[in-house]
């Protein structure tokens, strides 16, 4: 974990949410002897009204940055000499990919990103309204500064520069502007994301790529939709009719209990909408595919090249943990 990374003058969220509080470690990698995280606990249900669809944070904008475990110590508000931890320590092997948290242009590429407190290879995207995403340790840098990069482009690589004790991603996120810190964890929840490796969650109103994955999962399972990456009535609609023929909560909301009745596992030789899917879902982390539907020789590297940088069992096979780490 970070030996540093601390400033004493960090904000908290609004409720205090992990202030030194600590979190559990959840492991994500089944070939590593851990299990994928649990969604975080208390989360809130769906939006079940249109007008509470549009509000929802939750709208497939975001992504998770790394896959990896929560060290001991690593969490926000962790004390560091006398400051506190500025962020969220996610432990991998150097070299694990790292990942846009959300679409923003490249503002800080630094040793620190220009941070006080902060140590190692760094990166600060800048997204927009007040809110930044910070990537520390890195061992390599793939993005150039002033560069506009996607949610759910790769970025950089995890590493142990600066003071760490093993490699780690440290990551920050800032609302209210740069250097106004609020808890990681807690931040992508509201949005939708499991820090921890779980499923996604998506609200009716959401847009982008995850979109474009679930109208082409729902149109394999035989609801017909126009893959636009609108959610919108005509999708959520036909989600809750996939969600009530599953004996599921019907609210509309792609989350942990809809998203594995969704997915399909996938081998070369397979072919139609669920591997246009997969192929999106690919696209999202940096693959540059064809979306044609066919899961040929091309789709299957392509699968064992991001089960490699993220450590998971490479067996080309796209299988619930592979398809849980893709739309993350």
């Known amino acids: 974990?970070?030996?540093?990374?601390?400033?004493?003058?960090?904000?908290?969220?609004?409720?205090?949410?992990?202030?030194?509080?600590?979190?559990?470690?959840?492991?994500?990698?089944?070939?590593?002897?851990l299990g994928f995280g649990l969604a975080a606990v208390g989360l809130p249900t769906g939006a079940?009204?249109?007008?509470?669809?549009?509000?929802?944070?939750?709208?497939?904008?975001?992504?998770?940055?790394?896959?990896?475990?929560?060290?001991?110590?690593?969490?926000y508000g962790a004390p560091?000499?006398?400051?506190?931890?500025?962020?969220?320590?996610?432990?991998?092997?150097?070299g694990t990919g790292v990942y846009a948290a959300a679409a923003g242009t490249v503002v800080r590429?630094?040793?620190?990103?220009?941070?006080?407190?902060?140590?190692?290879?760094?990166?600060?995207?800048?997204?927009?309204?007040?809110?930044?995403?910070?990537?520390?340790?890195?061992?390599?840098?793939?993005v150039a500064l002033n560069a506009t990069v996607a949610a759910g482009q790769r970025i950089g690589d995890m590493g142990a520069t600066g003071n760490v004790t093993g490699p780690h991603?440290?990551?920050?996120?800032?609302?209210?502007?740069?250097?106004?810190?609020?808890?990681?964890v807690a931040f992508l929840a509201a949005r939708g994301v499991?820090?921890?490796?779980?499923?996604?969650?998506?609200?009716?109103?959401?847009?982008?790529?995850?979109?474009?994955?679930?109208?082409?999962?729902m149109t394999q399972r035989g609801y017909g939709l126009v893959a636009d990456g609108q959610y919108g009535t005509v999708s959520s609609d036909a989600v809750k009719r996939f969600q009530n023929a599953k004996g599921l909560v019907a609210d509309g909301q792609v989350g942990p209990a809809t998203w594995p009745h969704l997915v399909y596992t996938l081998r070369q030789g397979s072919g139609g909408s669920h591997v246009r899917a997969l192929q999106t879902a690919l696209n999202r982390r940096s693959a540059g595919l064809a979306v044609d539907g066919t899961f040929g020789a091309v789709t299957t590297t392509a699968v064992r090249t991001y089960q490699g940088v993220n450590r998971l069992v490479v067996d080309g096979e796209a299988g619930p943990v592979t398809w849980q780490a893709l739309v993350g």
């Open 169 to 184: 991603l440290h990551f920050e996120t800032h609302s209210g502007g740069l250097g106004v810190t609020v808890a990681p």
């Open 1 to 33: 974990m970070c030996d540093s990374c601390a400033t004493a003058a960090e904000a908290t969220t609004a409720d205090g949410t992990e202030r030194g509080g600590g979190l559990s470690r959840r492991g994500l990698m089944a070939g590593l002897g």
């Open 48 to 75: 079940t009204t249109a007008s509470a669809a549009t509000a929802s944070a939750k709208n497939g904008k975001w992504a998770n940055p790394a896959l990896g475990r929560f060290p001991a110590g690593g969490h």
């Open 80 to 94: 560091r000499g006398g400051a506190a931890h500025a962020g969220q320590d996610v432990s991998n092997s150097t």
């Open 194 to 217: 499991d820090l921890g490796g779980g499923w996604p969650r998506i609200d009716p109103g959401a847009s982008g790529a995850t979109v474009v994955v679930t109208q082409q999962l």
């Open 109 to 142: 590429r630094s040793w620190g990103g220009g941070l006080t407190g902060r140590t190692g290879n760094a990166l600060v995207l800048s997204h927009g309204g007040g809110q930044y995403t910070y990537y520390g340790h890195l061992s390599a840098y793939r």
